[in-house]
């Protein structure tokens, strides 16, 4: 079954704001991946925390990890009309496949 | 100088066909994948390879089949395509280890009429 359920599924904001995207997931992981993916394109991966890591920091994201409640987010601050695209959490179990959930749409308008 | 390239980038072909996608990374990496991303965006691993050896096979038809020539190359070959195999098809590639990143190319995207 899926492991990771992300919400909201969709996200609207104005450029400036920041977003936050969360996810769920249901087993006990070896480390969480987000991935960007724009319209037509394939996945990029933006930032990795592994399951002993608490927050990590990237540019302008910061993600967070609670093994307790097995869920993270995604925070993108001061967004760009650029930042527009698909995000997906993908789990890492040690069972050597990455485990995606169905993404959250952000749409950032000028 | 792409890093993860995948041919063709669009496939529109007949039910009962069968066509292939090829896959080529150039960033010296020993481990490719396969994944069916469907139209509500969902995205699943078909194969894994590393070394040229398939290491996952995901419940897959056996209409799928992946040919690894080469470390650098992972084509997908489908027989008898029905309707339900419709999807974009992303090859991807990374070195070995869950905790490294995965290179995606642009995706196929598969279109069964």
């Known amino acids: 079954s899926q492991q990771g359920e992300e919400d909201p599924q969709a996200l609207s904001i104005q450029e400036g704001e920041n977003a936050t995207m969360n996810c769920s997931y249901k087993?006990?992981?070896?480390?969480l991946q987000w991935y960007r993916q724009n319209s037509g394109r394939g996945l990029v991966h933006l930032i990795l925390?592994?399951?002993?890591?608490r927050e990590k920091h990237s540019g302008r994201l910061r993600v967070t990890l609670d093994t307790s409640k097995k869920s993270s987010s995604l925070l993108i601050t001061a967004s760009r009309a650029a930042d527009t695209a698909s995000y997906f959490c993908a789990t890492w179990s040690g069972g050597g496949k990455l485990i995606f959930g169905q993404g959250t749409e952000l749409s950032v308008k000028p | 100088d792409t890093a993860v390239s995948q041919t063709p980038k669009y496939l529109v072909t007949q039910m009962g066909n069968d066509k292939s996608i090829k896959c080529e990374q150039n960033?010296?990496?020993?481990?490719m994948y396969w994944y069916k991303q469907d139209s509500k965006k969902f995205l699943k691993i078909m194969f894994s390879y590393n070394n040229k050896e398939l290491i996952i096979n995901e419940t897959v038809p056996n209409r799928f089949s992946p040919k690894s020539p080469d470390k650098a190359h992972l084509n997908l070959h489908i027989n008898s395509l029905e309707l339900g195999d419709s999807a974009v098809y992303f090859c991807a590639s990374s070195q070995a280890g869950g905790d490294q990143p995965q290179h995606f190319g642009d995706g196929t995207r598969l279109s069964i009429l």
């Open positions: 960033l010296g990496h020993d481990t």
């Open positions: 087993t006990s992981i070896n480390n």
């Open positions: 925390i592994r399951s002993n890591e």
